[in-house]
């Protein structure tokens, strides 16, 4: 796990390393008491949801385990 401190604004990529290619950009909206607002933006093809929902989505697919 790699762990940041970013400031409101400021962006940090995923990227593969094999070809350089950007698969999503994270960015600290906002800031609001002990929570951070993120966005995220990544091509079509990528999937983003929060932990629960995705492990929700896989036990009624019955399919992999959970993240």
Same mark, same amino acid.
């Given at each position: ?21 950007? #698969?999503? /950009?994270?960015? =600290?909206?906002?800031? &609001?008491?002990? +929570? ?11 999937? #983003?949801? /929060?932990?629960? =929902?995705?492990?929700? &989505?896989?036990? +009624? ?7």
């Amino acid at each position: 796990m790699l762990v940041l401190s970013r400031k409101k604004g400021q962006e940090t990529v995923i990227f593969n390393k094999a070809t350089g290619e950007v #698969i999503a /950009r994270l960015m =600290i909206v906002e800031f &609001r008491g002990d +929570k951070a607002k993120i966005g995220l933006t990544a091509g079509d093809d990528i999937g #983003i949801d /929060r932990v629960e =929902i995705y492990n929700e &989505r896989q036990a +009624k697919k019955n399919l992999s385990p959970e993240v």
